[in-house]
């Protein structure tokens, strides 16, 4: 669906929701080879001190029927393998289903969405994806929506196939269509158009394998050229962001992320320069070794001409302006896809203090030597409007041979970022970490974590906040096995 509200109207409104329920819908892959674990942390208590809060799941097979309702005990961490939760026959049905997570309070929740990770998980591999669309609630207007989304890495060779994840709402047409055009990295022109029609249940799902659906001819054809997938759909009583990604063969493991919204090229929202000294948007990229890190803006955005300037610092250092200049075309024909790369431990901050438009997509691919696929995890440039924060959490894993880098940068639109002090906590529901670190002015650091750290661990994931003063933090997340190449990774809540 297209925004009708600016990035600011939208960051206002969240200020005044109210909503006793929050849920969000992920796609199930249950198999002998895959499951799908749901990993969160009560953060209810600790945030917002709200005690009397609820958790139930909705399993679904594809026709949206009912194969289990349960309640959840909320722990101050969690972990639940759905897989477990099933027997064999139920796990036939329940693969390529849906879960859906519902958390009720009669207080006020304020955001629709719950902070909950599904991590999709093979006997090598890891990935990540958090809670992307929903059905709506009953406080909210059920209507026709077109969702127009993007914004998500494919690969055509003979290893993938790549996937979209659909899901309906309870009120539903028998039938919908859904638009797919293939665009060249290159100059964006739409390579390919194909259109398929969907069955649509109450309560129902479908997957789609891209290649499943391309003849011979047109994969040649695509094949020649790397593509990304602008795809659009009519669903009614939804939030339509979606489980999106690539499967891959020969370990049977499906790398997700969610599509990102299209924004219309001719769009209308722009962030302007208010303060002399105060850019109107930057993006931040870092990277510490054996990682990798690639970011990659698909042009799917309101059309503009960003002239970014660069500064580099390495870790703990402050940030140092280059003579370095970078130019993206946003959106619109003959714009392309923009890629940036680092491999050594470095930080870099591109930013621009032009009229620029508000929502630029990016994804964050961090990756190992040994890597099948990277992360592809979907966030975005950071403009001026975005609102203080001061509490950030997450996940990790704990398996053997798994490490965790938590990357903390500190810098804001003004260049004047104070030094931060931060606690962090990672934790179990039998062991809890405690850190306190600084980060300078103007830099970036990491904090690692394994299994080591937590005696005779049990779990296989772990949960973690960090907290500071100073509302110039932004955290991600990556987990990585440099043995298997399993690598996952997400922004913090």
């Known amino acids: 669906m297209l925004k009708k509200n600016s990035l600011k109207e939208d960051f206002v409104k969240r200020t005044a929701w109210f909503n006793n329920r929050s849920s969000c819908v992920f796609p199930l892959f249950l198999t002998n080879e895959q499951d799908t674990q749901l990993v969160f942390q009560n953060y209810w208590v600790w945030k917002n001190n709200l005690m009397n809060v609820f958790c139930i799941l909705r399993i679904r097979d594809k026709g949206g029927n009912s194969i289990l309702n349960t309640q959840i005990d909320i722990k101050k961490h969690n972990e639940i393998s759905l897989s477990s939760l099933l027997n064999k026959d139920d796990l036939k049905f329940a693969n390529k289903g849906t879960v859906e997570v519902e958390i009720i309070t009669p207080d006020n929740l304020g955001y629709p969405f719950p902070a909950i990770l599904a991590f999709y998980v093979t006997e090598s591999q890891k990935s990540v994806v958090h809670s992307a669309g929903r059905i709506v609630n009953s406080n909210e207007e059920i209507k026709d929506s077109t969702w127009k989304e993007s914004n998500f890495s494919i690969e055509l060779n003979n290893s993938f196939n790549p996937f979209i994840c659909l899901f309906f709402g309870q009120s539903i047409e028998k039938r919908t269509t859904l638009k ?49 997938i602008i795809f659009e759909v009519k669903i009614k009583g939804i939030f339509g962001r979606f489980v999106v990604g690539n499967y891959h063969k020969k370990t049977k493991q499906h790398f997700t992320t969610h599509s990102f919204q299209f924004v219309d090229p001719k769009g209308q929202d722009s962030i302007e320069k ?30 503009g001409n960003l002239k970014l300037s660069v500064a580099r610092s390495r870790v703990n250092q402050e940030l140092l ?68 924060k001061n509490n950030h959490w997450g996940s990790g894993v704990l398996e053997d041979k798994w490490k965790n880098i938590i990357f903390i940068r500190n810098t804001n639109h003004t260049n004047d970022s104070k030094s931060a002090k931060c606690t962090l906590k990672a934790f179990t529901n039998r062991q809890e970490i405690k850190k306190i670190v600084t980060i300078k002015s103007e830099s970036f650091s990491f904090i690692e974590i394994d299994n080591v750290n937590f005696n005779r661990c049990e779990e296989s994931y772990f949960s973690w906040s960090l907290n500071s003063k100073e509302s110039s933090l932004e955290v991600f997340w990556v987990a990585f096995n440099e043995e298997t190449g399993g690598v996952c990774a997400e922004h913090s809540f």
């Open 180 to 228: 797919l055009k293939f665009n060249s990295y290159k100059n964006n022109k739409t390579l390919l158009k194909k259109s398929l029609e969907i069955d649509s249940l109450p309560f129902g799902s479908e997957i789609i394998y891209i290649k499943d659906f391309l003849n011979k001819e047109e994969l040649k054809k695509l094949q020649k050229d790397k593509v990304f």
């Open 274 to 303: 208010v303060k002399s000294n105060e850019s109107t948007s930057f993006l931040p990229i870092f990277n510490v070794k054996p990682l990798n890190t690639k970011i990659i803006s698909f042009p799917t955005n309101q059309k």
């Open 321 to 388: 302006k280059t003579d370095e200049i970078i130019n993206i075309k946003t959106g619109g024909l003959n714009s392309q896809v923009f890629e940036y790369s680092l491999t050594e431990d470095e930080f870099l901050k591109l930013e621009t203090d032009d009229k620029v438009p508000a929502r630029i997509n990016v994804n964050y691919n961090f990756y190992t030597k040994k890597s099948i696929f990277p992360t592809d995890l979907a966030t975005g440039f950071k403009a001026r409007v975005y609102p203080p």
